[in-house]
């Protein structure tokens, strides 16, 4: 069994047609990614027990967290806020240690964190997602068609 910390986790992006991810640097948390289908109740009055189907996943608010930085045009904050404001669909990949992937379509929007003394500026990035998150194996080698 291997065992993951989420040490060197990374989240990128890409714009339109785009080949290459950008990696946003600085991220400190990755938020749950998934989700149960809404039940929906089909009992009808012959059952003994109630039965449900599957309905529509709510994938809820997804937040990431990062260290803030504004230094330059390539800065994590500021590349995020001019997704956000100009309603930008981007595509996000999560990557974790085992290459694992997510990947999924969002407009984030962004909002400084709470600060506190001896406490580090961070800020969070709400991504309203645009469909479905899709799993991807990026370690694993695929035999060519």
Known sequence: MNRLTANNTTLSYKIGEEIEFTELDLL?????????????????????VKAYVPGIKDLGDL???????????????????????????????????????????????VKMDAGTINGALTFSAT??????????????ETPED
Do not use: C, W
């Open 63 to 109: 937040v990431f967290k990062f260290l803030y930085d504004n230094s330059s045009d390539e800065a994590n904050y500021r590349v995020l806020r001019k997704m956000e404001k100009d309603n930008t669909v981007a595509t996000f990949q999560i990557v974790y240690p085992d290459k694992t992937a997510h990947q999924f379509d969002a407009i984030p929007s």
């Open 28 to 48: 400190m948390e990755v938020p749950e990614l998934g989700g149960a289908p809404e039940k929906i109740d089909v009992t009808v009055l012959s059952d003994k």
């Open 127 to 140: 991504m309203m997602t645009q469909g479905t998150i899709k799993v991807i194996d990026l370690g694993v």
